[in-house]
């Protein structure tokens, strides 16, 4: 089975630009995240979906991030506009029910922004 | 509200030995999972064991064991008999009801294993 899908692996991209981040979640998978990781602030949940609806998204930093999630097996992660500081890793992670499932991450964006 | 605390931010083990990862946690919910993951340097997030709050035993998965200790909340990784390929960063991780069932993450440990 395919595992969770991400895209782009690698973006740089210069401040000022727009970036979309994007996700395929595992088929069946009721649950999806966006987490981010960088070396200061570790791994942050930005949002997190239960079938397609955005359940929490306090951790989503500013205004200029959002995300979607039009159906089952997409997510998107905007950033508008890019600053430096958004430089990370962002994963994405899906998971099927509630406690005992383990969520599975993709193999993540890294992104640059200069 | 929900916590992780790792407190270890590196370790060393010597090849073969053991080594325990420490995680303790804070939470009012009475039901909730615990998983530990591992991170080598190429970046992925690798499952390694899941354990219930409601779980009598400790979980194992070959050479990786979770010392649960539900009353001082904590949830340590035991990895035995440590190998090179095992030098990476762990995390442990908690998910729990009164969460809405996200996942939230410690601050994580390297593990560096020495020949």
């Known amino acids: 089975d395919a595992g969770v899908i991400q895209s782009p692996r690698h973006e740089v991209t210069e401040m000022g630009q727009e970036v979309t981040l994007r996700c395929k979640p595992i088929s069946g998978h009721d649950y999806l995240f966006w987490y981010r990781q960088t070396m200061m602030r570790g791994l942050e949940l930005l949002i997190y979906f239960n079938n397609n609806v955005p359940i929490d998204d306090s951790g989503m930093p500013e205004d200029r991030f959002s995300a979607k999630m039009p159906n089952a097996s997409f997510s998107t992660l905007k950033i508008q506009p890019s600053e430096p500081r958004d430089s990370a890793v962002y994963f994405c992670?899906?998971?099927?029910?509630?406690?005992?499932?383990?969520?599975?991450f993709g193999e993540g964006s890294w992104l640059t922004v200069v | 509200a929900q916590k992780i605390t790792q407190t270890q931010p590196g370790m060393f083990v010597q090849e073969k030995e053991a080594v325990t990862l420490d995680c303790t946690y804070d939470?009012?919910?009475?039901?909730?999972?615990l998983f530990w993951y591992k991170q080598p340097s190429s970046g992925e997030m690798i499952f390694l064991i899941y354990?219930?709050?409601?779980?009598?035993q400790n979980a194992t998965e070959g050479r990786y064991s979770l010392n649960f200790q539900k009353a001082r909340k904590s949830a340590n990784l035991v990895i035995s008999a440590s190998q090179l390929g095992d030098s990476a960063m762990y995390f442990c991780a908690m998910r729990g009801r009164i969460g809405g069932f996200k996942t939230i993450f410690g601050a994580g440990t390297r593990l560096f294993v020495k020949a």
């Open positions: 992670a899906s998971s099927f029910g509630r406690l005992g499932n383990t969520i599975y």
């Open positions: 939470t009012s919910d009475q039901s909730y999972g």
């Open positions: 354990q219930g709050s409601y779980d009598e």
